[in-house]
């Protein structure tokens, strides 16, 4: 398996940060190696700005290693108050849990450390708890019960396997391909409605660097798709995810009224850019260090954060989207903001402490008042899809 210990910046790069800083050249492009082996291209101040936010990733991994010596290891994994979790009452719960849920809140919203991840991950997710439901040997029984199995899903998956972030060191082999498979296709058995949808392969890839082994992926995977997630955002119709689509417009009016007007007005639509944010949340378009910083509060405080996430990449750019005035523009600001954001501790401030609040409650709201608008119009295109179809007969 491939290991989440990619190699250092190089050295040279450290010792000319100086006279880079006097001396800016942009247009000088430079390759490197993330932590999780993909190779990124950028400037060299792309370069200085990972090379700072490792050196806070090292701090950040001194408080969690004192707290394991203060609170006892593993204090992580003891009863928390779960964002996503329902009918909990904080005064029927003992203040060491309240204070070490507050305590875990803040220390996830800077960052997990890498080795500390995985763990975290399971737990706060509510993973551990749902794999506790089955037999040890159901993810091993899974694979071999589905072994040859063919399927829609299972071609799509084939299909899909050799696009998935081609040219990593370990997802782009045969062992990669081979181990991404059976989480795929396990998962597909083990929920038909869902069965396989195109982005889940690039999450489901960056769980596997992650959690380093395919059962913790998998299980990752189902409370992904199972708990955390909006329903049916997977499913053949894709209706919530149409539905996020619909309350994400809906909050861009609110929160950067100007940018959606503007937008508005050149008739772009942001699900252009959005559906694939959604869908692979995040992995396909910010670097894998930014994701997984997304995806540690995405665990721990649920599918509000795709929402703050997203509006705070607008928010970010919104003077430069306001002077855009073709689509073509948009989509490129965009995708070239999203692809050199090596800086998560920037995106994420943005996204929550200068987008405001947005609580569960409200959201799930909007998205009641969105579904049947949504329904009607996937159902509409249906009909159209049978009767084209009885049409060509």
């Not at 990619?6 to 247009?27: L, T, V």
Request: hydrophobic residues 40%; proline residues 4%; glycine residues 4%.
């Amino acid at each position: 398996m491939f290991g989440t210990q990619g190699r250092e910046i190089p050295h040279e790069f450290q010792a000319q940060k100086s006279y880079w800083k006097n001396n800016r050249r942009a247009n000088i492009s430079v390759k490197f190696q993330d932590l999780y082996g993909f190779m990124a291209e950028g400037n060299v101040d792309d370069v200085n700005v990972l090379n700072e936010v490792r050196e806070r990733v090292r701090k950040q991994g001194r408080v969690w290693w004192a707290l394991e010596a203060s609170k006892g290891a593993n204090w992580y994994l003891q009863p928390q108050i779960s964002s996503l979790s329902e009918g909990i009452a904080v005064s029927s719960l003992k203040l060491s849990v309240v204070a070490n849920t507050i305590t875990l809140r803040r220390l996830i919203r800077k960052g997990i450390p890498p080795l500390l991840r995985p763990k975290v991950w399971l737990s706060v997710s509510g993973a551990v708890k749902k794999r506790s439901t089955v037999p040890d040997s159901y993810y091993n029984d899974l694979i071999k019960a589905v072994e040859g199995k063919v399927t829609p899903a299972t071609l799509q998956i084939d299909h899909d396997l050799p696009r998935t972030f081609p040219c990593h060191p370990w997802l782009d082999t045969p062992e990669g391909h081979a181990s991404l498979r059976r989480v795929l296709v396990g998962y597909s058995f083990r929920d038909s409605d869902v069965g396989y949808c195109q982005g889940l392969n690039y999450v489901a890839a960056l769980l596997l660097l992650v959690m380093k082994t395919e059962e913790d992926a998998f299980w990752m995977l189902a409370v992904l798709l199972e708990n955390v997630l909006v329903n049916d955002c997977y499913t053949d119709n894709l209706s919530g995810c149409h539905v996020e689509q619909r309350v994400f417009k809906d909050f861009l009016t609110k929160k950067c009224p100007r940018v959606a007007a503007h937008l508005d007005a050149m008739e772009f639509d942001v699900s252009l850019v959005a559906t694939e944010w959604f869908l692979c949340l995040f992995s396909k378009s910010l670097p894998s260090e930014t994701t997984m910083r997304v995806w540690d509060v995405l665990f721990n405080e649920g599918a509000k954060v795709l929402f703050h996430v997203a509006l705070a990449i607008f928010k970010m750019k919104e003077e430069e989207l306001l002077i855009a005035h073709q689509i073509g523009d948009v989509i490129s600001i965009l995708h070239n903001t999203t692809h050199h954001l090596y800086d998560p501790e920037e995106l994420l401030t943005v996204a929550f402490d200068k987008i405001g609040s947005m609580t569960t409650n409200t959201i799930t709201k909007q998205r009641k008042k969105q579904e049947p608008a949504v329904m009607a119009e996937l159902d509409q295109r249906l009909r159209r899809l049978n009767s084209l179809k009885m049409d060509e007969k």
